[in-house]
């Protein structure tokens, strides 16, 4: 995991040093959801987050993510596990016909701001493959290995999930982005290990070529079989906007 990390921080510092020729890409969103859940089913926090990113694209593919989570029932930014800070280091780009997006967070947990204190390292690799079915229609069938290391614990989990990406072009300003997908979870922060079935929603206008919003965002899951640690359906919604500079 050592190695894994720093060949990802070598790979974007190198490429932050001959970036003066390329391209930089940076977006920023903003996105209130009625409950923090996780993709393995878990509500991590009950009520409703803001959650803010920012995300620089290199032409190489190198890019870096912050993402910040912020519960809206109180003013502290460390007071609950709606509050979360993570930053990511990765690359993104095409192996022949196949695209492998990799890459590494630094999950700042609670209590944040505290460093090793709650806090993970999670690696992360993906395997792709995209179809263009019609002009409006691309189909994404992917495979995915997340690594989960607590730097306070002296245990460890990983999820493996596969599933499907659509992106359907309604008109030249409206587009849903869908996923569908399986997660087994081996278990961690006392969870029971399982499968989990996912499906999320992403509707999206674009008002200009620098401004979206989302008018209405959709996640559902579900364990596949009886779990004994509370999870069980869940479903949330949100909306947003992102800007691209």
């Keep these: 995991m050592s190695v ?10 190198f490429s932050l040093a001959n970036a003066e020729d390329e391209k930089v890409s940076v977006s920023f969103s903003s996105k209130v959801w009625s409950r923090y859940l996780g993709s393995d089913s878990a509500v991590i926090h009950d009520d409703p987050v803001l959650q803010n990113d920012v995300f620089i694209l290199l032409a190489n593919g190198f890019y870096f993510n912050i993402w910040q989570s912020v519960g809206l029932d109180d003013t502290d930014l460390s007071s609950n596990f709606g509050d979360e800070l993570d930053f990511t280091l990765g690359w993104n780009g095409n192996i022949d016909k196949f695209g492998l997006d990799m890459g590494i967070i630094y999950i700042d947990g609670l209590p944040v701001f505290e460093m090793a204190q709650g806090d993970s390292l ?26 989960l290391f607590p730097l306070n614990g002296d245990y460890s989990s990983s999820d493996i999930s596969g599933g499907i990406k659509h992106n359907w072009q309604l008109s030249d300003r409206f587009a849903i982005s869908q996923k569908a997908y399986l997660l087994y979870d081996n278990g961690v922060w006392g969870f029971d290990d399982g499968v989990i079935g996912g499906y999320n929603m992403d509707l999206s206008w674009k008002l200009s070529e620098k401004f979206a919003i989302n008018p209405l965002m959709l996640k559902i899951t579900t364990p596949m079989a009886s779990l004994n640690d509370g999870r069980k359906t869940e479903m949330v919604f949100g909306t947003g906007l992102t800007f691209h500079f």
Excluded: Q, W
Excluded at 129 to 138: C, E, L, N, P, Y
């Design 4 to 13: 894994f990390t720093l060949m990802v921080i070598m790979g974007f510092a």
């Design 122 to 147: 999670m690696p992360y690799i993906e395997l792709n493959r995209g179809f263009d079915i019609t002009a409006k229609h691309s189909l994404t069938p992917y495979a995915k290995l997340e690594l």
